[in-house]
């Protein structure tokens, strides 16, 4: 059974998918210290033969596994669907589209699996430095990353950044929404966990071409952000804590 699951969101990215897998799978194999682990990628109804791809992966590597959604589900429904499939109980993602270095997985898995953890600490998401996009899709999400951080306060530089690393059970307690993925760290912060952060490398694009415009991303996320910043207020107050029954004092019988 896997420790860790790697789950890979990926629409229409065949041209991509071999070379972000043998990373994966290298970068798994020589960084995680011999800890089983697992690829779980989704595809989201691509047009393309991404599946087709994945299954030949799967049947020459059985760490692959493949999942299909039916239809065009989106990212963050693709990433929950991953994670309730996964076996492991550390999970990292990372984009289908090439552009997140596969080497990075274990420096983000790092944090969570030292011995030494903090027990609070929840997810530990990458941050880009020297992006590899275009000047306006930069602009865009510098723009984007401001105002959610202004509103949140969720300390984040960059949550649109793909490679991320986080418990399991902590991240499946989330209220789910879609386009949840850009909210990660707000969503831990508010459940009481602990986020850390790294920088990350990024990667130009080899193949395809991106699924979102800039103008698609700004609109969804004007809604989101709004609904974020209602659930952070709306928070749980505390967290209950069982306690034990050995120091208790059973109860009296009736007499009869």
């Not at 984009?95 to 929840?122: M, T």
């Amino acid at each position: 059974m896997a420790e860790i699951s790697i789950v890979v969101p990926a629409r229409n990215e065949a041209g991509n998918m071999p070379a972000l897998l043998d990373g994966i799978l290298l970068a798994c194999d020589t960084g995680l210290e011999g800890r089983r682990f697992e690829v779980i990628v989704i595809d989201d109804a691509s047009a393309d033969s991404t599946g087709d791809v994945v299954r030949q992966a799967s049947a020459e590597d059985p760490r692959i596994r493949l999942l299909i959604n039916p239809r065009n589900a989106g990212q963050s429904a693709s990433v929950h669907s991953g994670v309730l499939a996964a076996n492991g109980k550390w999970i990292a993602t990372l984009d289908g589209d090439g552009q997140n270095p596969p080497a990075e997985l274990p420096r983000l898995l790092g944090p969570l699996l030292d011995p030494g953890c903090d027990a609070e600490l929840g997810l530990v998401a990458g941050q880009r430095v020297k992006r590899r996009d275009s000047w306006s899709k930069r602009a865009a999400s510098r723009f984007a990353n401001g105002v959610r951080s202004f509103v949140l306060k969720d300390a984040t530089r960059d949550t649109g950044c793909g490679l991320k690393a986080f418990r399991r059970d902590a991240f499946l307690r989330l209220p789910y929404f879609d386009h949840m993925h850009r909210y990660l760290p707000a969503l831990f912060a508010r459940d009481g966990w602990k986020v850390a952060h790294i920088d990350v490398a990024h990667q130009p694009r080899v193949a395809g071409s991106s699924n979102y415009s800039n103008l698609q991303r700004g609109l969804v996320g004007l809604v989101d952000l709004f609904g974020v910043f209602w659930l952070i207020r709306r928070k749980k107050k505390s967290r209950a804590v069982e306690v034990g029954t050995a120091n208790l004092t059973p109860p009296k019988a009736k007499e009869s």
